[in-house]
Each structure stands twice: as structure tokens, then as C-alpha cells.
């Protein structure tokens, strides 16, 4: 079974500080790995993910993650918040192969972005 | 723009009616999952099809069933609706030209009274 823990429901940063979103996964094979976003009343947006290539991953918007497989960690990190990165990100797992494309959601951290 | 499109946005049900969500996606992908967001939570999976078969179903009772049709549009029914049923059901297919990319819909707010 696959699992993912985002560690803190809400972060809270500055305009022009470090986005740091924690993601740990639990999965019994190689996983892949995403990040979402979601902006309020809308649906999920896709920002980056790893499918077992280059363990650092860039994604739209400045976002990048790092897969570290000895801390079965895949943290999404900025270097420099905008006030329209404000939203809520999921970090999300799934199985490598077959044909079940079944994601397993964290429950989210919302990211407030302080002027 | 993911592609994704779903219907009815937003819609109100009374407590034991039935609801049927609609989803389609321009490219034709053929992999269709439904996902179940309730406020404040994470999406859950409910089911996925390929090949207008269900293919894998998360924790959700039978009264949450699906079709998909040959031209890879889906539909999410919901019987005998509870009020826990309110949430965001969004809609997701997978896309081959991309890998195990998942794109999502915009999603239907369904709130049963």
C-alpha cells in the first residue's frame, strides 16, 4: 500500500522567502511522484513529477523538488515566493507500471504568501 | 488548460436522490479515474476505467458507480446520495503521450441537503 504524509497543514511565508512544502511517501515499490496545486474553487494543476529519471525535478511557476530515496522524501521547494503562489499543494504517489494509475493524495499544505 | 472537461460545475441534491457527473477530454485519452475532494481533505480515489471497464476502485460503496463510453467520455453516479457525499468530484485521465502524467478537470461541487 502506498501512503504520503505532508508534514504542516499551513505554511506561511513572505514575498521573496523560501517555499519549503514537506512531502514524505510510503510506497512498497518505486513510486512516481507529483506535486499539485490547487487554486481556491478550481481543480488540480499539475507542477512537477518524478518517474524515476533525474532525482531533481523542475516544474512550471520557479517550483522544483528533490526525490531522496533514503528519506523516502520529495520535498517541493522556490527560492523566492510570489504572492500568487498562495494556494494549497498536494503531493501525490502512485505505482510504477500496470495499468491502475490510482494516486494517493496527502492532505494538503496551504500556503499563505505575506506581502 | 488540462483538457479536461466536466459538468455540471456546481449542483444541489436532496438527501436519497441520485446525481449523475459528466467528463470528457479533448485528446481522447483512455484511462479515466474519478477522485472524491471533500472540504479541506485530499482527492480520493473512487474508481478508474480503461477500455470502458473499471479497472481499479478505492473505498467507496457500490452505490458509486461509472460508465465509460467509446469515445472515452465517463460518467459518475451516485445513488441514494448522503450528506456526506458533499465534496468536489474531479475528474482525471491519464495521458500516454506524457507517461503516467495525470491531468485533471475543473470539477463538480455537489452539495446534498
Known amino acids: 500500500a502506498q501512503s504520503v504524509t505532508q508534514l504542516g497543514s499551513h505554511v506561511s511565508v513572505s514575498e521573496g522567502a523560501l517555499v519549503l512544502l514537506r512531502c514524505n511517501y510510503s510506497s512498497s515499490v518505486p513510486p512516481y511522484l507529483f506535486w499539485y496545486v490547487q487554486y481556491p474553487n478550481q481543480g488540480l494543476?499539475?507542477?512537477?513529477?518524478?518517474?524515476?529519471?533525474?532525482?531533481?525535478?523542475?516544474?512550471?511557476?520557479?517550483?522544483?523538488?528533490?526525490?531522496?530515496?533514503?528519506?523516502?522524501?520529495?520535498h517541493l521547494t522556490k527560492p523566492s515566493a510570489h504572492m500568487s503562489d498562495a494556494a494549497e499543494y498536494f503531493c501525490a504517489v502512485s505505482l510504477v507500471g500496470g495499468s491502475n494509475y490510482k494516486l494517493t493524495f496527502g492532505k494538503g499544505t496551504l500556503l499563505t504568501v505575506n506581502p | 488548460e488540462t483538457g479536461v472537461t466536466q459538468s455540471p460545475t456546481h449542483l444541489i441534491k436532496t438527501r436519497g436522490q441520485q446525481v449523475t457527473l459528466r467528463c470528457s477530454s479533448q485528446s481522447g485519452h483512455n484511462t479515466v479515474s474519478w477522485y472524491q475532494q471533500a472540504l479541506g481533505q485530499g482527492p480520493q480515489f473512487i474508481f478508474?476505467?480503461?477500455?470502458?471497464?473499471?479497472?481499479?476502485?478505492?473505498?467507496?460503496?457500490?452505490?458509486?458507480?461509472?460508465?465509460?463510453?467509446?469515445?472515452?467520455?465517463?460518467?459518475?453516479?451516485?445513488n441514494a446520495l448522503e450528506l456526506d457525499d458533499s465534496a468536489l468530484y474531479l475528474c482525471a485521465y491519464r495521458s500516454a503521450l506524457t507517461g503516467n502524467t495525470i491531468y485533471f478537470g475543473e470539477g463538480s461541487w455537489l452539495t446534498v441537503v
Not at chain 1, 507542477?47 to 525535478?57: C, D, F, G, R
Not at chain 2, 457500490?62 to 467520455?73: I, K
Request: hydrophobic content about 30%.
Open chain 1, 45 to 74: 494543476q499539475l507542477l512537477l513529477k518524478y518517474t524515476s529519471a533525474a532525482t531533481l525535478v523542475k516544474g512550471i511557476n520557479g517550483f522544483e523538488a528533490e526525490f531522496k530515496k533514503s528519506e523516502t522524501s520529495f
Open chain 2, 48 to 78: 478508474q476505467y480503461y477500455r470502458e471497464e473499471e479497472n481499479g476502485r478505492g473505498n467507496f460503496p457500490p452505490r458509486f458507480s461509472g460508465l465509460q463510453f467509446p469515445n472515452y467520455s465517463s460518467e459518475l453516479n451516485v
